[in-house]
């Protein structure tokens, strides 16, 4: 069975799951390539109000396929951050729901996700030390505003792996859920992401990851949308609202 990325809609949440088990779901340059353009479709899909990221079987993500990096070192690095990228810009949430190893590339794509939650037992680590490769600026900048710049040192001096307790105090994960918990509170969660305000969703991403000029732009969103009489109005009438925002009016 060839490696791929799958994916599939469950009400208004996309997954796109890293499937190759055998390997770890370690990522080929084919896998990296078709992520951006998968991610686009799925963006520009009005039915999809967030997207979940995940690995098949019992793990995460390994990273980039070692033989890529052995084949052309440079591409495989420009792949992996075409994709980081993408996932980045993605605009409605993203979370990543991880089991097992999460390293290297795993660990990029998980902090390019907006939120994680992980299973206990879960290990991350960022391993480029162990082979002399120089991590990305752009995802050792991400990884130091998610954990703060000494546990980003931590993690890319040593290469160390570390478990979920430690993930969770220093930031890189949101959650840990005790060992076959993770798809039901993932499920509980996306489901609360859906029945919010994409409009307040989509502005917080953008103001949380440092866009600037973009106030008024909101502020005109805001006044066009009617989310706001909404969600007054279903307070205080004590009914679920009826967001309609799904994009620029």
Same mark, same amino acid.
């Given at each position: 069975?060839?490696?791929?990325?799958?994916?599939?809609?469950?009400?208004?949440?996309?997954?796109?799951?890293?499937?190759?088990?055998? *390997?770890?779901?370690?990522?080929?340059?084919?896998?990296?390539?078709?992520?951006?353009?998968?991610?686009?479709?799925?963006?520009?899909?009005?039915?999809?109000?967030?997207?979940?990221?995940?690995?098949?079987? =019992?793990?995460?993500?390994?990273?980039?396929?070692?033989?890529?990096?052995?084949?052309?070192?440079? /591409?495989?690095?420009?792949?992996?951050?075409?994709?980081?990228?993408?996932?980045?810009?993605?605009? *409605?949430?993203?979370?990543?729901?991880?089991?097992?190893?999460?390293?290297? =590339?795993?660990?990029?794509?998980?902090?390019?996700?907006?939120?994680?939650?992980?299973?206990? $037992?879960?290990?991350? $680590?960022?391993?480029?030390? #162990?082979?002399?490769?120089?991590?990305?600026?752009?995802?050792?900048?991400?990884?130091?505003?998610?954990?703060?710049?000494?546990?980003? *040192?931590?993690?890319?001096?040593?290469?160390?792996?570390?478990?979920?307790?430690?993930?969770?105090?220093?930031?890189?994960?949101?959650?840990?859920?005790?060992?076959?918990?993770?798809?039901?509170?993932?499920?509980?969660?996306? #489901?609360?992401?859906?029945?919010?305000?994409?409009?307040?969703?989509?502005?917080? *991403? /953008?103001?949380?990851?440092? #866009?600037?000029?973009?106030?008024?732009?909101?502020?005109?969103?805001? #006044? =066009?949308?009617?989310?706001?009489?909404? $969600?007054?109005?279903?307070?205080?009438?004590?009914?679920?609202?009826?967001?309609?925002?799904?994009?620029?009016?």
């Amino acid at each position: 069975m060839e490696p791929e990325l799958r994916h599939h809609l469950t009400g208004a949440v996309a997954t796109v799951v890293i499937d190759r088990p055998a *390997k770890r779901n370690a990522m080929t340059s084919a896998m990296w390539r078709a992520l951006p353009p998968l991610l686009d479709a799925l963006a520009a899909d009005p039915a999809v109000r967030a997207l979940v990221l995940t690995g098949a079987g =019992g793990t995460f993500c390994a990273g980039a396929d070692i033989a890529t990096l052995r084949e052309a070192p440079e /591409e495989a690095q420009r792949l992996a951050v075409a994709a980081e990228e993408a996932l980045a810009a993605f605009p *409605k949430p993203t979370l990543a729901a991880i089991r097992g190893h999460c390293v290297g =590339g795993g660990t990029q794509l998980a902090a390019a996700c907006d939120l994680r939650f992980a299973e206990e $037992g879960a290990l991350f $680590g960022v391993t480029p030390a #162990r082979l002399g490769v120089v991590y990305p600026a752009s995802a050792t900048r991400r990884l130091a505003a998610l954990v703060g710049p000494a546990a980003t *040192k931590y993690l890319l001096f040593s290469g160390e792996l570390i478990g979920t307790g430690r993930a969770l105090r220093t930031g890189l994960v949101d959650e840990v859920l005790p060992a076959g918990e993770l798809a039901e509170r993932v499920a509980e969660f996306t #489901r609360v992401l859906v029945s919010r305000s994409a409009l307040t969703q989509a502005a917080a *991403k /953008e103001f949380a990851d440092g #866009r600037t000029g973009r106030d008024a732009y909101w502020a005109a969103q805001a #006044r =066009g949308s009617g989310d706001t009489a909404e $969600g007054v109005a279903a307070f205080l009438e004590r009914r679920a609202p009826r967001f309609t925002w799904n994009g620029p009016v």
